[in-house]
């Protein structure tokens, strides 16, 4: 499973990444704690990003498409990883387009989740207090006055990527004002919806009774030809419509964006399921 987790500073990516990556055993790739291990560990990159960080901007595009391109090459992202925090810019979802490509490997969604301003500071005052109590530095980023500049760069640079996802019909967003337990459960709900995770309640049935229509298809066609007729056309089209149709329905879910449409994918997948066993 390949993921992205978009949303302004608090929304929730780095929560929900923890819990999925251990759910699906995944890797989670964040190119803020990357940057901030570099500021750390005081190296080139991050003695160029330190200062950028602190104001709340954004670190050059080059430098974090290096980053993310030097990480995808590296043997445990076999499984699958989330992006959380990149791309960020139009650039980035360019170059993460291309890196993909020359790898050989496809993006299943970009997930937003989309959380009221209001609740943002709050959250980040939370994290600071539980970042206190566990006796860790605090982020020099987690100020009032940091995070509205950080929500600036995000609604100028980083929230034209909606556009840029939907229309490539990968964006499902997912309503972040809900519990923590909540919105994991969503996501979960929609990467199944959407075939990137399986499940009991909605991949096997649909499976096994994929295989009871395309099965006697293919047996009749195979008969048909050993008797030297043509196959029946009925029988040839039932096996393809069964399987081509599926991706379409929910695929199709995955375009536009708002919770609604999230739901869609969910009920898309039943339908199908549903006339699938009825088939
Ligand atoms: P980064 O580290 O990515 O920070 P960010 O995007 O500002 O996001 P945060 O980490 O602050 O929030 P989050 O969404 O992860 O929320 P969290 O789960 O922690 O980037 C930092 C900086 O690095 C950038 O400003 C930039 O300078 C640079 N950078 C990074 N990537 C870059 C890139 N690609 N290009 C250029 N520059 C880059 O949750 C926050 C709190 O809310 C927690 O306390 C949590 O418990 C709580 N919470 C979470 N979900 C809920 C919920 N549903 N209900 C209630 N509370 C919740
Ligand atoms: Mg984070």
Same mark, same amino acid.
């Given at each position: 499973?390949r993921?992205i987790?978009?949303?302004?500073p608090?929304?929730? !990516?780095?929560?929900?990444?923890q819990?999925?990556i251990?759910?699906?055993n995944i890797?989670q790739?964040?190119?803020g704690?990357?940057?901030?291990? #570099?500021?750390?560990a005081q190296? &080139?990159?991050?003695?160029? #990003? !330190?200062d950028?960080? /602190?104001?709340g901007?954004?670190v &050059?595009? %080059?430098i974090?498409?290096?980053?993310i391109s030097d990480r995808?090459?590296q043997p445990?992202m076999k499984n699958g990883?989330?992006?959380?925090g990149? &791309?960020r810019t139009? +650039?980035?979802?360019e170059?993460?387009?291309?890196l993909l490509?020359? !790898?050989h490997?496809r993006?299943?969604?970009v997930? %937003?989740?989309?959380?009221?301003?209001?609740?943002?500071?709050?959250r980040? %005052?939370?994290?600071?207090a539980?970042?206190?109590a566990r006796g860790?530095?605090?982020r020099?980023?987690?100020t009032?006055?940091?995070?509205?500049?950080r929500l600036?760069?995000y609604?100028?640079?980083?929230?034209?990527?909606?556009?840029?996802?939907? %229309?490539?019909?990968?964006l499902?967003t997912?309503?972040?004002?809900?519990t923590?337990?909540?919105?994991?459960?969503?996501?979960?709900?929609i990467?199944a919806?959407i075939? $990137?995770v399986?499940?009991?309640?909605t991949?096997?049935? /649909?499976?096994m009774a994929a295989r009871?229509?395309?099965?006697p $298809?293919?047996k #009749?066609a195979?008969v /048909?030809k050993?008797?030297?007729?043509? +196959?029946a056309?009925t $029988?040839? !089209?039932?096996?393809?419509a069964?399987?081509?149709r599926?991706r379409k329905t929910?695929?199709g879910?995955?375009?536009g964006?708002?919770k609604?449409l999230a739901?869609?994918g969910?009920?898309?997948?039943?339908k199908?399921?549903k006339?699938? $066993?009825k #088939?």
């Amino acid at each position: 499973m390949r993921l992205i987790l978009l949303g302004p500073p608090g929304a929730g !990516k780095g929560t929900q990444a923890q819990r999925l990556i251990h759910k699906h055993n995944i890797v989670q790739l964040s190119t803020g704690e990357m940057l901030r291990a #570099a500021v750390a560990a005081q190296t &080139p990159v991050g003695l160029r #990003a !330190k200062d950028i960080m /602190a104001s709340g901007g954004l670190v &050059p595009d %080059e430098i974090v498409i290096g980053i993310i391109s030097d990480r995808l090459d590296q043997p445990d992202m076999k499984n699958g990883f989330i992006l959380d925090g990149f &791309p960020r810019t139009v +650039p980035q979802a360019e170059a993460l387009d291309d890196l993909l490509r020359k !790898k050989h490997m496809r993006l299943d969604a970009v997930i %937003e989740l989309r959380v009221n301003e209001s609740a943002l500071l709050s959250r980040v %005052e939370t994290r600071v207090a539980e970042m206190r109590a566990r006796g860790e530095e605090v982020r020099i980023d987690d100020t009032p006055e940091v995070l509205s500049k950080r929500l600036a760069s995000y609604r100028s640079l980083t929230e034209p990527l909606i556009h840029y996802y939907s %229309e490539r019909r990968k964006l499902l967003t997912v309503d972040g004002m809900m519990t923590i337990e909540h919105v994991t459960r969503e996501i979960n709900r929609i990467l199944a919806a959407i075939g $990137a995770v399986e499940t009991r309640t909605t991949r096997k049935p /649909a499976r096994m009774a994929a295989r009871k229509t395309v099965r006697p $298809a293919r047996k #009749a066609a195979k008969v /048909a030809k050993k008797a030297g007729k043509k +196959p029946a056309k009925t $029988a040839r !089209k039932a096996g393809k419509a069964t399987s081509g149709r599926t991706r379409k329905t929910v695929r199709g879910s995955a375009k536009g964006s708002g919770k609604g449409l999230a739901r869609q994918g969910g009920k898309a997948a039943k339908k199908v399921t549903k006339k699938r $066993a009825k #088939a």
